[in-house]
T-cell receptor, first 113, second 118 residues
Framework: AQSVTQLDSHVSVSEGTPVLLRCNYS??????LFWYVQHPNKGLQLLLK??????LVKGINGFEAEFKKSETSFHLTKPSAHMSDAAEYFC???????????FGTGTSLTVIP | GAVVSQHPSRVICKSGTSVKIECRSL??????MFWYRQFPKQSLMLMAT?????????EQGVEKDKFLINHASLTLSTLTVTSAHPEDSSFYIC??????????????FGPGTRLLVL
């Protein structure tokens, strides 16, 4: 079975400092992993995805994530937080067909001016 | 590309009435669409998978007679909440994928519909 665990329900950083949102996954095969961002009362926007190519994945808005099989992790990072980054972030693993998405419980990111 | 829209964005209705929510893929054909429900401060819960031209597949615990899903074309899926009750109030989000059978394929999400049942 597939699952993801987002280790922090809430992260708070100062503007201009690095962001780290942690995600660990469980999968019985080589997984496809995604990070989505959701701003208040909005739908989900894809930040980036890993699909068995390069382990360091670059996404939109300066975000990137590194797939580490040995640690079963897919942490999301950004060198310098911006006020507009404040949102809810979801780590997702898909099943073998891609039809079933397994969502983490989400991490709420607050950016302090 | 890969834009998904939902209509309406917000709806308020009286208890006992039915509400229809539309999900459209604007610039691609979606053979498969998904309907999710999100409670405040919680993650998304998959309600059903909708395939064009066939019956939807509902997740365990989701009442198919209450949440009617129709996927009549490659660009439109509808979710009808029948005889809505206050406990049906929630944020409903649809998503669509481009190609079936490719597990790497991304799901593209709509902006969501906020339903409030009085």
């Amino acid at each position: 079975a597939q699952s993801v665990t987002q280790l922090d329900s809430h992260v708070s950083v100062s503007e201009g400092t690095p962001v780290l949102l942690r995600c660990n996954y469980s999968s019985s095969y080589s997984p496809s992993l995604f990070w989505y961002v959701q701003h208040p009362n909005k739908g989900l926007q894809l930040l980036l995805k890993y699909t068995s190519a390069a382990t360091l994945v670059k996404g939109i808005n300066g975000f990137e994530a590194e797939f580490k099989k040995s640690e079963t992790s897919f942490h999301l990072t950004k060198p310098s937080a911006h006020m507009s980054d404040a949102a809810e972030y979801f780590c997702v693993v898909s099943d073998r067909t891609g039809n079933q998405f397994y969502f983490g419980t989400g991490t709420s990111l607050t950016v302090i001016p | 590309g890969a834009v998904v829209s939902q209509h309406p964005s917000r709806v308020i209705c009286k208890s006992g009435t039915s509400v229809k929510i539309e999900c459209r893929s604007l610039d691609f054909q979606a053979t498969t669409m998904f309907w999710y429900r999100q409670f405040p401060k919680q993650s998304l819960m998959l309600m059903a998978t909708s395939n064009e031209g066939s019956k939807a597949t509902y997740e365990q615990g989701v009442e198919k007679d209450k949440f009617l899903i129709n996927h009549a074309s490659l660009t439109l899926s509808t979710l009808t909440v029948t005889s809505a009750h206050p406990e049906d109030s929630s944020f409903y989000i649809c998503s669509a994928r481009l190609q079936p059978g490719l597990r790497e394929e991304t799901q593209y999400f709509g902006p969501g519909t906020r339903l409030l049942v009085l």
